[in-house]
């Protein structure tokens, strides 16, 4: 009974979590945008427009809900959920803190430990990008399907990189089990970040383009293709594909900071209480999420064969001999 | 013909990752920068007797409206903005509008009324807002046009000074 | 409950890959595959085998479907109505009569093992090693006993991808004339 009771209230906690920061999150972009072009950003609604997420999940619900005509009526709707419930299933394996004591109960803080918990992050990150293919597809529009084309290139080029800079973590860790990875970097030193800086420098590239963000929203891409997949969109279906994108976002923050930054490991601080381990990761998921909107505003968007030749032509080949080094060494070093 | 040689770029340069974090650490310095926007409603804008806001109707000190009904203004509206009805009084001006209607919605505060206007009835104010729920509502009357000469009187003295100058000036243009 | 799930997916994946074959529109035999997958990933969990059903969508879902829907799209196959649709036109020809009769004969063939009993063992051997243990076993097999065959496979892929490589870039270099109509939307 108290299992139970212990794995429902993870499962609110956790996707309570997840769907605040992705409303956190819609006030931060353009917060932060602001403030680095000298600006006050939205500061109307309650104090400092803190609320404004909630007035913009109001207006969202009383828009009227188009479907373009021609368009392919299932497609069109089934696609927004398509494209946001993947990321919100892939949150349930990520460990954001060690063992906590409460009240008797030993709790593991994580939804879920899966033994391939890795693979299932991966697999879900793989199906995300067929609310944006078929979004594109379904609305019969050449914005659209032009949006969709490319996130679907974009996706494959960009997945392998992703995955080959994982796959040097887990050959240090010797496990696929994300809490396997996090206990293994208890202590500073034995972040992966001092020992993968390469995967990291790979994961974080290949992060953003995973996500469809700046630099590499080709699927959006707003000059040429005004705003790519979700041109014909409105009202909620719109907010979904948001909402996807943000909680992609940050499942791969979190997932970043489990991989290579020692997860709720504290630095300096080995015995820290379970709760400051917490607060720990949430400061490191925070940054990443920072630093996605801090790379928007800095960089411009490359130009579509540049994204091609660099996930080809570079990331690719450094993600593999990253594996090979990392292989070697640790097949050396073994015996 | 002037042949622009590209330079190579360094390693550093090719490799992207110095560069790319020398952008990310130029945006975080503005992040601490403070905002230059003015907050409008709380804030207003500056005014000046150049403004060129909204056309009023000048009021005189008499109490009586300077307008004539000449019609030069309504002629002179770009934008056919101005609908004139007038009729005649004992006073001396003889004639004064008995309707002086300015939609504003179509009036595009171009100033022409007021470089038409002979008897100085018309002047482009400092006023700028102009909201409302309706169109008929927007389409401004006397009572809402009229304003004491007082509260133009910038203005007047700007467009007199402006005029002067181009009646002393000598040389043709 | 294990069985029932086991059936209703079995019919979502048969449901599935009917669907491939029979709709009008390639780009719903994409999703058709896709639905296909999906059950057959679900029936590899309830094996107790997560690790063969994270690959089984990683693989195929993620990346070999995703390149269908790009190739579909980049040439313009997926002509699209408002309705999905079927058609059984195909079933004209002979050879496909017979295909779907020798499909429908395998099909049978399964069901009669799962009644004697084949599905209880299968799943009696997996509960044996247990899903714990599944994944380093199947490293084992696949790079120890299996390991030449293994590395053939991927030869043969490799070499499949350089003759696929090699067509098209004959084809390209006659120029426009002689391609046909395909060739002539590049």
């Not at chain 1, 990875?181 to 990291?200: H, M, S, T, V």
């Not at chain 1, 929203?217 to 279906?237: I, K, Q």
């Not at chain 2, 006073?91 to 008995?98: A, D, L, N």
């Amino acid at each position: 009974m108290t299992e139970i009771v212990i794995w429902v209230v993870k499962v609110v906690v956790v996707w309570g979590a997840l769907l605040t920061t992705a409303a956190i999150m819609s006030l931060a972009e353009r917060k932060v945008s602001a403030w680095m072009q000298y600006r006050y950003g939205p500061n109307r609604v309650g104090p400092f427009g803190v609320l404004q997420p909630v007035a913009d999940g109001i207006k969202f619900i009383m828009k009227e809900e188009l479907v373009p005509a021609g368009a392919n009526r299932l497609l069109f709707r089934i696609a927004p959920a398509l494209s946001a419930a993947p990321a919100m299933l892939a949150v349930a394996v990520i460990p954001f803190g060690y063992t906590a004591v409460i009240a008797g109960h030993e709790i593991t803080l994580s939804v879920a430990d899966l033994d391939i918990g890795i693979l299932y992050i991966l697999a879900l990150g793989g199906l995300g990008v067929y609310g944006v293919i078929l979004g594109g597809w379904a609305s019969n529009s050449k914005y659209s399907l032009l949006g969709g084309l490319r996130a679907s290139a974009q996706m494959i080029s960009y997945e392998l990189t992703l995955m080959l800079s994982i796959m040097a973590v887990v050959l240090m860790a010797g496990s696929l089990d994300l809490r396997q990875i996090i206990e293994g970097q208890r202590a500073f030193l034995d972040w992966n970040i001092f020992y993968q800086p390469l995967a990291f420098v790979l994961f974080t590239i290949a992060m953003f383009a995973e996500t469809n963000r700046h630099p590499f929203d080709f699927a959006e891409c707003e000059p040429e293709l005004v705003g790519g997949f979700h041109t014909e969109y409105s009202s909620m279906r719109f907010a979904l594909f948001f909402l996807g994108e943000y909680c992609a976002m940050t499942v791969m923050a979190a997932l970043n900071t489990t991989l290579f930054w020692g997860g709720p490991s504290v630095p300096f601080w080995p015995d820290a209480p379970w709760y400051v381990g917490v607060v720990a990761f949430i400061v490191k998921t925070s940054f990443f999420l920072f630093l996605f909107i801090w790379v928007r505003w800095t960089l411009p968007r490359l130009r579509f064969d540049q994204l091609m030749r660099l996930g080809w032509q570079a990331l690719l080949p450094l993600a593999l001999a990253n594996v090979m080094v990392t292989g070697a060494v640790i097949a050396l070093t073994a015996n | 013909m002037v042949i622009l040689q590209r330079k190579e770029l360094t390693l550093a340069e090719r490799l992207y990752l110095p560069e790319i974090l020398r952008g990310l650490s130029i945006t975080f310095r503005k992040f601490f920068k403070k905002a230059i926007t003015r907050q409008y409603p709380e804030e207003p804008l500056p005014k000046d007797e150049v403004t060129r806001g909204q056309p009023r109707l000048v009021v005189k000190d008499d109490g009586h409206l300077a307008c004539v009904s000449c019609g030069l203004c309504e002629a002179a509206c770009p934008a056919y903005a101005i609908t004139i009805d007038g009729h005649e009084v004992d006073r001396p001006i003889e004639r004064e509008p008995e309707r002086f209607e300015i939609d504003m919605l179509r009036c595009i505060l171009c100033g022409f009324c007021e470089e038409a206007c002979p008897k100085d009835a018309i002047f482009m104010s400092d006023e700028l807002e102009l909201a409302d729920l309706t169109r008929a509502e927007l389409v401004y009357g006397i009572d809402k046009l009229k304003r004491p000469r007082s509260a133009l009187q910038k203005r007047i003295d700007y467009v007199y000074r402006i005029n002067d100058r181009w009646r002393n000036s000598s040389s043709t243009p | 409950m294990a069985e029932f799930l086991f059936y209703a997916l079995a019919l979502v994946a048969l449901c599935g890959a009917a669907g491939v074959v029979l709709a009008k529109s390639p780009m719903f035999s994409v999703l058709s595959l896709l639905a296909s997958f999906f059950a057959l990933s679900v029936i590899y969990l309830l094996m107790s085998f997560p690790f063969m059903a994270a690959v089984q969508i990683v693989v195929y879902a993620g990346a070999i479907l995703v390149l269908f829907l790009f190739v579909i799209m980049l040439l313009d196959l997926g002509h699209m109505g408002s309705k999905v649709e079927f058609s059984t036109a195909m079933f004209r020809s002979p050879a496909a009569r017979i295909g779907a009769v020798v499909a429908l004969a395998l099909a049978l063939a399964g069901l009669i093992a799962v009644q004697r009993g084949a599905l209880q063992q299968a799943a009696g051997a997996a509960a044996e090693t247990g899903p714990r243990d599944g994944l380093p076993q199947l490293a084992e097999a696949l790079f120890g006993r299996y390991g030449l065959a293994f590395q053939a496979t991927g030869m043969l892929l490799l070499v499949t991808m350089v003759a696929v490589v090699a067509l098209a870039k004959r084809d390209r270099r006659k120029g426009p004339g002689s391609q046909g109509a395909q060739g002539g939307e590049r």
